[in-house]
């Protein structure tokens, strides 16, 4: 099950952002943000706190406020849902999509927790995938393998899903989504992120203590591989 982190329509960039956007506050589209919920009993945090102070692993519509409980960070890759509506009669053409970096730092030097046995991982490609390296010079979005890409055309009666995917394994990266559309005479980017200017981030959970919360047990378990 997926879950709704917020609704996004245009504005500002986040704090810190360099990436241009449309100056408009009448962008033709609305943007909310899920979870993916693809992969959330595999899912990775990082968090610090001791094993002993971690409430156990949440349901799949819980993850957010869990997270949000114990102040704990995606570790190694964060996937988001992103449902695109139009807001009037037309057709809106969705023609790009951009990642934009806002901070890169070393590694949180916490636990990580996986929040699930991490068996049966790996769901079914989304119709509209990207994954993002976001350890590379300059990171982009890339299509999945067997799904399709941008451009797309959007109404408010007909919305499109595009599952994104971002992943770290040597930093500690903040980052939000720019998304282009074109609606008649005009374009513009619309800046998509946790809400109110929040950008993502993600961690690396490379050396560092992994836990596992066993079916069935009583309490967190350092794993025996990660």
Not at 54 to 80: E, F, K, L, T
């Amino acid at each position: 099950m997926s879950v709704k982190y917020s609704v996004i329509s245009a504005g500002a960039s986040p704090s810190g952002a360099t990436g241009g956007t449309d100056p408009s506050t009448s962008a033709p589209i609305t943007v909310a943000v899920h979870g993916s919920g693809r992969d959330a009993p595999c899912d990775q945090y990082v968090v610090n706190r001791p094993p002993s102070e971690v409430p156990r692993p949440p349901a799949a519509p819980d993850i957010p406020g869990w997270a949000s409980q114990v102040g704990a960070v995606p570790g190694h890759s964060q996937s988001v849902k992103l449902t695109v509506q139009g807001t009037g009669w037309g057709t809106v053409l969705l023609t790009g999509l951009n990642v934009r970096i806002t901070r890169v730092a070393a590694p949180l030097a916490w636990n990580a927790y996986s929040l699930g046995e991490g068996e049966g991982c790996g769901g079914a490609v989304g119709v509209r995938s990207y994954d993002i390296d976001l350890d590379a010079a300059r990171p982009v979005p890339v299509v999945a393998n067997g799904s399709g890409g941008l451009p797309l055309r959007v109404t408010e009666s007909d919305p499109v899903v595009i599952e994104v995917t971002a992943g770290t394994t040597s930093h500690d990266v903040s980052w939000y989504l720019e998304l282009e559309w074109a609606s008649s005479n005009r374009r513009g980017m619309l800046p998509v992120d946790l809400g109110h200017g929040t950008p993502f981030r993600t961690s690396a959970v490379k050396d560092r203590p992994l836990y596992v919360y066993p079916a069935g047990g009583q309490a967190w378990k350092p794993a025996l591989s990660q």
